[in-house]
């Protein structure tokens, strides 16, 4: 009888060990999920080899976006209805989408390049992210696209940030500047005025500090938050050309003015500017500093202007306090108040080996067009494309951030973006040790410059 | 029965299909891996052989050797938790009152999932809002322990909820073999004068020898590759002070593109969890006491 017991000790600790793997295995049924959907990704493109380049015949697209119904209600509409819109246009042709959430979109991308399997039609983002994709030669060139006036109907400098070697590969669907979000209630119980200048602006942070009121709100753990505050510190200090010059190695990135920012960056955080334990918060908690009224200011994308205007779930007397300012000029910089950092979202792509490639790009065309007319009433979003502020009902933030717009002397593409992937890393670290006090602006400075060169020199 | 398992073919149809599932699973994406960390690739384009190059770079990676070191305190925290587990376990199985109850308490943080988990702490250790802050705060301690951004505490904070979580793991698996150490031993050396910590350090610890032996691999092994919770909680920041080996591999694999330099960390990962493995074995080896 006792000779059968140890066999039952080892069975509970396989089973146990098996249940405790499965935790750890969870990452990988990521992987493979992609995997399989990959080869269901085969079957429409196996399709349209029926229907090879002649056009009046009956063509099917294949779509790929990261809009669901659940998560992105709104754009998911819009999408479907010009999708409708495109095939009454143009009966011979069916459009067939593909949806995934954010990450798995990104993964799944990845996976279809390896087997040069992209869909005909779909989303990618600007400069860092494209620039593997055209180099691999999976993306079209899209400049004839855009001859014909559709180059004029977008926001200058938008399609540039989606351009290789002087062609584009992709057509740009949202555009996002960074303004600094501030609560009107808290402003004003402490007499408060919007800052123009940097100098009012350290001001306005001292008094709030003083009071006990979180100056701003920052959710340092996604690094790019941070690098926001270092981007238009450096675009004040130095102008816009110094970082981007940095950056495509026209320039220094020990300059002296991107030393300075990164000065005037542990100032403010020796300052008491931000929040208590801000590089442990994600974006999303250093929101809700702001969102609930403990903190005074957030710096963050036009894409949570509904959250401060149209979203019913955040109350009304929050939603009404909310304004906004521009990032304010340091005395002696060379940046420019009109001048912002920000950029283009997703664009949309044809893919190179596309058997129905005229056909795709008539598609992303008239999409592009449809888009423009609708996003920003009906979803929120701001697109690339420019937006007749005289025409649509808006709520009033969004007139006034459309006109600014207008006005923007430079859009900086955020700093992630414009550089490759691995610098980008280096970056984003950098800014997370600069903000805790782990490196010294020189340093700071000098490790962007040692990424940088090295990169080059790949 | 007998007579199926000695037909060779029917053996072959049993094992087939879970030896397929392993094999496409398991061991191709390993040799994957090893012939992936020979080349430079960005996960896109064209690979290209580079041999040995991505190992060297490796060796002398900073970045790595931190990584590494921070998985081996980790391996090192859960190893000596094990004793607190063992403690636990022991006073379970004797016959104290509500021993059934605690049991499936200590059990519950396994059976959340990982995610679940890290929200949960990140509540906790939230800088303002958080219980712990809180608690201190009422307790009249002046100023903010900011638990996740600060670079010296972070790891320790870390640790804790990981630790936390695999208690009832641990507890149930070292329970389930003190359980089954007969009562009749127990009762013999009671009656030849053994007072209960005797009976629990001599009689009923070197029974279970064998458990704890593949208990320490579990958390050594464990530690060294582990990832989910550091990847929600602090994604290795702030700027790599809680990185592991697992989370800096993806790091490298998936936000650098560098897929060529992330299969070979996690090739080498491989390789100190065998080696690992292998030298626990090793020193443990000794024989096996039998109850008969």
């Known amino acids: 009888m006792f000779k059968k017991k140890p066999l039952t000790v080892a069975m509970t600790v396989a089973l146990a060990s098996a249940l405790a793997l499965t935790g750890c295995g969870s990452s990988n049924n990521n992987g493979n999920a992609a995997g399989e959907t990959n080869t269901g990704g085969n079957a429409p493109a196996e399709g349209n080899a029926g229907g090879n380049a002649a056009t009046a015949e009956k063509v099917t697209l294949k779509m790929m976006h990261l809009w669901p119904a659940g998560s992105s209600k709104q754009q998911n509409m819009i999408v479907n209805d010009i999708i409708a819109q495109y095939q009454e246009a143009n009966p011979n042709v069916t459009i067939k989408q593909e949806i995934l959430e954010n990450e798995q979109y990104k993964n799944k991308l990845k996976v279809l390049s390896a087997s040069n399997d992209l869909p005909d039609v779909g989303m990618t983002w600007a400069a860092g992210f494209l620039t593997p994709y055209v180099k691999g030669q999976l993306f079209a060139p899209l400049d004839d696209t855009l001859e014909g006036g559709l180059k004029d109907s977008f926001v200058s400098g938008t399609t540039e940030a989606y351009a290789v070697d002087g062609k584009t590969y992709a057509l740009p669907l949202e555009l996002n500047i960074t303004p600094v979000y501030y609560n009107k209630a808290i402003f004003s119980k402490y007499n408060l005025e919007v800052p123009q200048t940097y100098a009012d602006f350290q001001k306005v942070v001292e008094t709030l500090q003083s009071n006990g009121v979180a100056p701003i709100a920052l959710g340092n753990k996604d690094r790019w938050t941070g690098s926001l505050w270092y981007m238009y510190l450096a675009d004040r200090l130095g102008g816009p050309e110094t970082l981007k010059n940095a950056i495509n190695r026209s320039g220094s990135f020990e300059d002296p003015s991107l030393v300075k920012a990164a000065e005037d960056v542990q100032a403010l955080v020796n300052g008491s500017a931000f929040n208590k334990g801000f590089n442990g918060l994600s974006n999303d908690e250093g929101k809700s500093e702001f969102m609930n009224g403990k903190a005074a200011m957030y710096l963050m994308g036009t894409w949570e202007l509904p959250n401060f205007t149209t979203n019913e779930s955040v109350p009304q007397e929050f939603r009404d306090s909310v304004g906004f300012f521009k990032f304010p000029t340091i005395e002696g910089g060379k940046g420019n108040i009109d001048s912002w950092v920000g950029g283009p979202g997703v664009g949309l792509f044809v893919a190179e080996n596309s058997k129905v490639k005229e056909e795709a790009k008539k598609f992303v065309k008239f999409f592009v067009e449809k888009w423009g007319e609708q996003s920003v009433t009906k979803a929120g979003v701001i697109p690339a494309t420019k937006v007749d502020t005289s025409k649509v009902q808006l709520p009033q933030m969004y007139i006034d951030i459309l006109n600014e717009l207008g006005k923007a002397s430079n859009i900086t593409l955020f700093a992630d973006v414009q550089m490759s992937p691995a610098v980008a890393q280096t970056h984003l670290n950098m800014i997370q040790a600069l903000f805790g006090k782990e490196v010294s602006p020189a340093d700071f400075a000098k490790n962007h410059e040692e990424a940088l060169k090295q990169e080059a020199g790949k | ?292």
Not at chain 2, 243 to 252: H, K
Request: proline letters at 3%; hydrophobic letters at 55%.
């Open chain 2, 1 to 292: 029965m007998d007579k199926v398992m000695s037909n060779k073919k029917m053996i072959a149809l049993y094992v087939l299909p879970a030896l397929a599932l392993v094999l496409a699973l398991i061991y191709v994406p390993i040799v994957l891996t090893g012939y992936y960390g020979l080349m430079k690739w960005d996960g896109i384009g064209a690979m290209e052989f580079v041999g040995l190059d991505n190992y060297s770079r490796l060796v002398q990676d900073s970045a790595f050797w931190q990584s590494a070191y921070h998985a081996l305190l980790l391996a090192l925290f859960s190893a000596l938790s094990l004793i607190a587990y063992l403690a636990v376990a022991l006073v379970l199985s004797g016959e104290i009152k509500g021993a059934n109850l605690l049991r499936k308490i200590y059990l519950i943080p396994m059976l959340l999932s990982s995610v679940a988990i890290a929200q949960l702490w990140l509540k906790i250790y939230h800088p303002t809002n958080g219980v712990v802050n809180s608690l201190l705060a009422s307790l009249g301690f002046e100023g903010t322990i900011e638990w996740l951004s600060d670079t010296r505490i972070v790891l320790i904070a870390i640790f804790i909820p990981i630790i936390w979580q695999y208690a009832g793991f641990y507890i149930l698996i070292y329970y389930a073999a003190l359980k089954n150490i007969p009562s009749s031993l127990v009762e013999a050396a009671r009656i030849d004068g053994a007072n209960p910590l005797q009976i629990a350090l001599r009689v009923k610890l070197p029974l279970i020898a064998s458990v704890s032996k593949v208990t320490v691999v579990l958390a050594i092994v464990g530690s060294l590759k582990y990832f989910d919770l550091i990847y929600v909680m602090t994604d290795g920041g702030p700027n790599g002070a809680s990185e592991v080996m697992a989370s800096y591999m993806y790091d490298q694999a998936f936000r650098s593109f560098d897929f060529g330099y992330g299969s070979a960390i996690g090739f080498f990962l491989l390789l100190i969890c065998l080696v690992v493995t292998w030298l626990i074995r090793k020193l443990t080896a000794g024989e096996e006491i039998q109850y008969s």
